[in-house]
């Protein structure tokens, strides 16, 4: 069975790098459909691999792929984590490459285009990246695959090459590299003390270095996952091509930090307090910053972008209860990473087909979108409420599970009980804000530019079915899964 999965999951790693290699010397009308076929191959391998671990009926298996004297370098881990949310990071990626498909062409009112190599390849690398952080069992496998994320949200970033688009690459760049010299140095004090860099291994550390290196991890995670005071490359990311925009700073790369974190503190076997109260200070200091930040937007893809920064926090919040005991708000903020990629990638998606139909993403211009488009009205319907956490959608069941076990780590503290609280006001002011978006957006007869619009190419809206569904479905999924 190790072996078995352990096929599966290089597999799913590799075949998206030798796609990129193989875009790059094709001839360019055949770019994106290598990108879709190397993307179904790996989302085939990671839902086989699901299939494979779950008859196993194993807890958790990790498998040592490379050692350097008695230090394991890289390895694989398979746990109802790792293995739920593989599939969808890289089934995603899929849906986001069948979607550039239509996006990116010269039928794009706001940015027209040809579908250029350079766009598929690196996007095809991000897809098999973001397989190969989620298995990682080691500290260098993570910082590896870390470090190729950013390279490829720099390129994907500056992918239009404007001036603004190159300056928001560089931040990004730059704010992730710094992020990034946490992993490094957790790396370093991780193999110091146990002789090792892997992940388990820092149950092994005494409660000084445990918190050093999770603090460190910690920072890394901030960096990626766009929290204070690391935030400012994420607004500034909204340069890049929407599809770009869904899958970077949606649905993966910003869910590099919370996954490598949840990995880290999972495996501590135990996390010195400390570590609990920065990381749930630093949550909803993050919430609330965000929260205000997205209520002047008025272009949808920045409100978005610091939308994501708010509902990252949720996740790190949860983590943090988690370290104060309660295992609940960890499967809770598990489940929210799961839920929020699927409602967050709608979101931007209809936010790329208001720009693709539209030539604008700009919310007070766009109105009656029900009338004219209405997949595009429920689309946004369902990725509003979902993120604002309304049954049945997916945002409320992970967000439940959260704040339940959020509520009772906090008994008798009186400032853990605060913060849980602050964070639910913010909940509701989240729905509110929304809603008064969605009765702007979607009712009455459509405004000028909504009456001008251009139609929305199959694939686009093909995908856009698929994500309602999951805003409603992943859930249930979620849930099952993790029991």
């Not at 978005?304 to 295992?327: E, K, V």
């Not at 929020?340 to 998606?349: D, V």
């Not at 919310?363 to 689309?379: A, D, E, N, S, T």
């Not at 008064?436 to 000028?448: A, R, T």
Request: hydrophobic share 60%; charged share 10%.
């Amino acid at each position: 069975m190790e072996t078995t999965l352990s096929v599966l999951a290089i597999a799913s790693i590799v075949v998206p790098f030798i796609a990129a290699v193989v875009i790059v010397m094709a001839p360019q009308r055949a770019a994106k459909w290598l990108c879709v076929a190397a993307a179904a191959a790996s989302t085939a391998l990671t839902a086989g691999l699901w299939a494979a671990f779950a008859g196993s009926g194993l807890d958790s298996v990790t498998v040592t792929f490379a050692m350097l004297g008695d230090a394991e370098i890289l390895g694989f881990v398979f746990d109802k984590m790792s293995v739920m949310l593989a599939p969808c990071f890289v089934g995603i990626g899929l849906l986001i490459s069948i979607y550039s498909v239509g996006y990116m062409n010269k039928g794009n009112r706001e940015h027209p285009d040809a579908p250029r190599r350079r766009f598929y390849a690196f996007f095809t690398v991000f897809i098999g990246a973001m397989a190969g952080v989620v298995f990682s069992s080691t500290v260098v496998g993570q910082l590896v695959f870390f470090e190729i994320t950013g390279a490829c949200s720099w390129a994907l970033i500056g992918y239009y090459d404007t001036p603004t688009a190159r300056k928001s690459a560089m931040k990004a760049l730059i704010l992730t590299h710094l992020a990034s010299i946490g992993l490094y140095v957790a790396a370093g004090a991780l193999y110091l003390q146990t002789g090792t860099f892997a992940v388990d291994a820092i149950a092994q550390l005494d409660g000084w270095w445990k918190a050093f290196v999770l603090l460190c991890v910690l920072w890394a995670a901030w960096g990626k996952s766009a929290q204070l005071p690391l935030y400012m490359w994420l607004p500034s990311a909204m340069e890049a091509p929407t599809p770009v925009s869904a899958y970077l700073h949606g649905a993966s790369m910003v869910k590099v930090g919370v996954a490598v974190f949840a990995r880290e503190v999972l495996a501590a076997a135990g996390v010195p307090e400390i570590v609990g109260w920065v990381v749930v200070v630093g949550a909803i200091a993050t919430m609330l910053f965000s929260f205000f930040m997205y209520l002047p937007q008025k272009d949808m893809k920045r409100l978005l972008a610091f939308s994501t920064i708010s509902q990252l926090s949720y996740i790190f919040l949860a983590f943090g209860f988690f370290i104060f005991g309660s295992d609940l708000a960890f499967e809770g903020g598990v489940m929210h990473m799961f839920n929020h990629a699927f409602a967050k990638t709608l979101f931007f998606l209809v936010a790329g087909a208001f720009s693709y139909t539209l030539g604008t993403r700009m919310l007070p211009q766009i109105k009656g979108v029900l009338k004219k488009q209405p997949l595009l009205g429920v689309g946004f319907a369902f990725a509003a409420l979902a993120i604002a956490g309304v049954p049945p959608l997916n945002g409320f069941f992970s967000k439940f599970a959260i704040f339940s076990g959020s509520f009772a780590a906090a008994q008798g503290n009186w400032v853990l009980m605060l913060i849980v609280i602050v964070a639910l006001v913010e909940t509701v002011g989240c729905f509110a804000w929304f809603l008064k978006w969605m009765g702007s957006v979607l009712p009455g007869q459509p405004s000028e530019t909504v009456a001008d619009a251009a139609p929305l190419p199959k694939p686009m809206a093909g995908v856009l079915a698929v994500l309602i569904v999951m805003a409603v479905a992943s859930s249930f999924i979620a849930a099952a899964w993790l029991g």
